[in-house]
């Protein structure tokens, strides 16, 4: 019912900015809680931010003050800004849709901070 498909990965410089897309095809994208998380090679998967339909949003320690999570529920689309990038966020960021009897999961972007 719900397919998520992120983009605008790549490569920075330590201080540098990227903003994520996750554009989802569907019906119910507007009830959802949408979520980033994160994963190094090597290391568990990890929170990042969340956003509920009210729009109230949540950050990992690790991010606040430098990352911000919006959706545009017209577009059906989750973006995830981030700014002051530091080596530590590289990963593989997934976007993550949530609700009652619902957990969808893209296919995950490739996000490299170098110094």
């Known amino acids: 019912q719900l397919q998520l498909v992120e983009s605008g990965g790549g490569l920075v410089q330590a201080g540098g900015s990227l903003r994520l897309s996750c554009a989802a095809s569907?019906?119910?994208?507007?009830?959802?809680?949408m979520a980033w998380y994160r994963q190094a090679p090597g290391k568990q998967r990890e929170f990042v931010a969340r956003?509920?339909?009210?729009?109230?949003?949540y950050y990992a320690d690790s991010v606040k003050g430098r990352f911000t999570i919006s959706r545009d529920n017209a577009k059906n689309t989750v973006h995830l800004q981030m700014n002051t990038l530091k080596p530590d966020d590289t990963a593989v960021y997934y976007c993550?849709?949530?609700?009652?009897?619902?957990?969808?999961w893209g296919q995950g972007t490739q996000v490299t901070v170098s110094s």
């Open positions: 993550n849709a949530v609700n009652v009897g619902h957990d969808y």
């Open positions: 569907g019906s119910i994208f507007s009830i959802m809680t």
């Open positions: 956003i509920n339909p009210g729009d109230f949003s």
